[in-house]
């Protein structure tokens, strides 16, 4: 379980970027985070896996305090944890084989890392993930030769990889196209079944009512909405957005349109 207790993150400027974030992730949830540009939701994730410091609270991974954990014990914590980015963060031009077998970093020593230094059940682990998102047939091929969709399953890949508990994605499909996004969400709704905790920033609302088991709204650093997707409606975006939105509309793309001072700055 992931507990957050009264986390408060303020960046070196003085802004502050979450306040008082209290939530708690039973173990198989698929939670998607929403609201404004810049409302804390990339925040509040990197602090999960202390991508972040906080100044005040804790985050608790099976009791056990992340943000207090350094060095070793630190690396051994984030195994459990997989991130997926809206940039896929692959390595471009080495091949979707290599960047895969990337997610099994955690387990080795510096320089088996750097030679590439795997046993061959991690190998093995790295085909078989791969061929559970469809692109076995590309693992020899340069992470640059492949479309956007393609380049976010291999980073999909490679978070299974590293067999982790807990999988978090940052806007993961902001930047692929309306197809692509579907099949991509489909995928992590596979990848929730086989027991692991996802929790996502969603840039579009209706996404999140139709893939997730919860949803948090969060706004001016704060979560002002917890509860199921059903629950979302035009009074709940009021609270996350500061407006409603006909039901006829596309919430995601709605949001869109709200004008920049309506927007929480970064």
Not at 80 to 100: A, C, D, E, P, W
Not at 175 to 187: E, G, H, K, R, Y
């Amino acid at each position: 379980m992931l507990e957050m207790v009264h986390v408060d993150k303020v960046y070196p400027n003085g802004y502050q970027a979450l306040s008082d974030i209290n939530l708690k992730v039973q173990d198989g949830e698929f939670i998607s985070i929403i609201g404004l540009s810049g409302a804390g939701k990339s925040t509040l994730i990197r602090c999960i896996n202390k991508m972040h410091d906080i100044q005040k609270g804790e985050v608790l991974i099976d009791g056990v305090d992340i943000q207090r954990l350094k060095g070793k014990k630190l690396r051994l914590a984030r195994r459990n944890i997989g991130m997926i980015f809206q940039s896929f963060n692959l390595v471009r031009r080495s091949t979707v084989y290599k960047n895969v077998l990337s997610g099994r970093v955690g387990y080795h020593n510096t320089f088996e890392t750097l030679f590439g230094i795997y046993t061959k059940r991690e190998k093995l682990l790295a085909l078989q993930s791969l061929e559970k998102f469809g692109i076995l047939d590309k693992a020899y091929v340069r992470a640059d030769q492949l479309s956007g969709g393609q380049q976010q399953r291999v980073a999909l890949a490679r978070a299974l990889c590293q067999e982790p508990k807990i999988l978090l994605a940052d806007e993961p499909v902001a930047s692929l196209d309306p197809a692509t996004t579907i099949a991509v969400m489909n995928d992590f709704t596979r990848i929730n079944k086989m027991g692991i905790t996802i929790i996502a920033n969603m840039h579009h609302v209706d996404l999140a009512k139709k893939y997730s088991t919860r949803i948090i709204g969060v706004r001016a650093g704060k979560i002002v909405f917890d509860g199921k997707p059903e629950e979302v409606n035009d009074d709940t975006c009021l609270k996350i957005y500061g407006r409603r939105l006909n039901s006829n509309e596309n919430l995601g793309a709605a949001v869109d349109t709200l004008p920049e001072e309506t927007k929480e700055a970064k």
